[in-house]
T-cell receptor, first 111, second 110 residues
């Protein structure tokens, strides 16, 4: 199936831990994104990469570090997790400034 | 700073009704506008994309219009069905950065 996939789907962890979320797209797109949906269902962009280069970084704490090993992958590493990091994280991809396609989301719960 | 507002926040209609969801944005310098659907606990499904140069897009029972100058878009759903129950989100593309509304929660009752 052509799609955007994310792993894991659910992540439950303790405060202070470090965790990673992986994203892969097989749509041949050149741009990938991370969005955060908070408990009030508000969606906000965090990062965007175009051809492995960071193009958008929206005032996200530097505990969050995205890494793009190639055009098809964009991973999100989070250090020293805090309660406020609990949210659903969505990965997306697009070809330039066109329609964005989203992954199924990763529900992160920090205890 | 771009802000996106969706009205109403919630809507409950009987099956078969035609309905309109509204989206407004403050900065008309957009690349495109997308309408999405989100089912409870699920991901985001793209419904329609309208490029900034377009006025409307249609897909099945869905029709989305865009008036860039007035900062408005509407999503028209014809002959609504219970399966249309979901949250509908509007997002405007400000140079590859989607800015989102809070959504309209739609319930279509059998």
């Amino acid at each position: 199936d052509t799609a955007v996939s994310q792993t894991p789907k659910y992540l439950v962890t303790q405060m202070g831990n470090d965790k990673s979320i992986k994203c892969e797209q097989n749509l041949g797109h050149d741009t990938m994104y991370w969005y955060k949906q908070d408990s009030k269902k508000f969606l906000k962009i965090m990062f965007s990469y175009n051809n492995k280069e960071l193009i958008i970084n929206e005032t996200v704490p530097n505990r969050f570090s995205p890494k793009s090993p190639d055009k098809a992958h964009l991973n999100l590493h989070i250090n020293s997790l805090e309660l406020g990091d609990s949210a659903v994280y969505f990965c997306a991809s697009s070809q330039a400034a066109t329609e964005q396609f989203f992954g199924p989301g990763t529900r992160l719960t920090v205890l | 700073k771009q802000e996106v507002t969706q009205i109403p926040a919630a809507l409950s209609v009987p099956e078969g009704e035609n309905l309109v969801l509204n989206c407004s944005f403050t900065d008309s310098a957009i690349y495109n506008l997308q309408w999405f659907r989100q089912d409870p606990g699920k991901g985001l499904t793209s419904l329609l994309l309208i490029q900034s140069s377009q006025r409307e897009q249609t897909s099945g029972r869905l029709n989305a219009s865009l008036d860039k100058s007035s900062g408005r878009s509407t999503l028209y759903i014809a002959a609504s069905q219970p399966g249309d129950s979901a949250t509908y989100l509007c997002a405007v593309d400000n140079n590859r950065k989607l800015i989102w509304g809070l959504g309209t929660s739609l319930a279509v009752n059998p």
